[in-house]
C-alpha cells in the first residue's frame, strides 16, 4: 500500500461546493509543499467530528468558539474517494494523526494496495479543524426538530408525522 505523510500539515480543512441538498465534500490539505484534494462524503466528515470531538475531550483540549482565520484552501481536481478514515493520538509527539484511504469502486474495504495519507495535526491545528469542519457541515439544509432529517426547501415528509420514526 502506498502511504504518503503530511508531516507537518501547514493547512487542513473540509469544503463543501453545491447548493445544500447537492453539495459534495472534500478534506484539503497543505503541507511540505503540496495541496492535497480528496473527495468524501458527509457522512465521513460527520462520523470524524464525532471521534474528534472524543478524543479532544480524552486529551482535555478545549475547542475554540471562534476560528483563528479560514485556511483559504479551495479545492484542486481530487486524487481520490476516501473510503476510509481513521484517527489516532501518538503520546510521545503529541501529535493526532487522520489517516484516509482511498475506497475501490463497488467494494466495502479498500484493496491492500489502496493508496493512504497520514496528515499529522498540533493539537491547536486538530481543534481549529473540528470547529472548521463542523462550520461546513452546519451550513448546509437546516434540521428538523422532530427527526433530525435535512429540510428540503420545496418541503419535507416528516417521518415523525407517520409515526415511522420516534421523537427524541
Not at 57 to 73: H, M, N, S, T, Y
Request: hydrophobic residues 40%; negative net charge.
Amino acid at each position: 500500500m502506498a502511504i504518503f505523510e503530511l508531516d507537518p500539515v501547514d493547512d487542513i480543512a473540509v469544503v463543501a461546493v453545491g447548493q445544500p441538498g447537492q453539495r459534495r465534500f472534500f478534506l484539503l490539505a497543505k503541507g511540505r509543499g503540496r495541496t492535497l484534494t480528496l473527495t468524501c462524503e458527509k457522512a465521513q466528515i460527520q462520523a470524524l467530528i464525532v471521534r474528534l470531538h472524543q478524543m479532544l475531550e480524552a486529551q482535555g483540549i478545549d475547542v475554540p468558539e471562534r476560528l483563528p482565520g479560514e485556511a483559504g484552501l479551495a479545492p484542486g481536481e481530487p486524487e481520490w474517494q476516501v473510503g476510509e478514515m481513521g484517527l489516532g493520538y501518538h503520546e510521545a509527539r503529541r501529535m493526532f494523526v487522520l489517516v484516509a484511504s482511498q475506497s475501490a469502486a463497488g467494494e466495502e474495504s479498500p484493496p491492500e494496495d489502496a493508496p493512504s495519507v497520514r496528515f499529522w495535526l498540533s493539537h491547536q491545528q486538530i481543534a481549529a479543524f473540528s470547529k472548521q469542519a463542523e462550520n461546513v457541515l452546519t451550513a448546509g439544509r437546516p434540521l428538523c426538530p422532530r427527526c433530525g432529517l435535512p429540510i428540503d426547501p420545496a418541503g419535507h415528509p416528516c417521518p415523525v408525522l407517520n409515526g415511522a420514526r420516534p421523537i427524541f
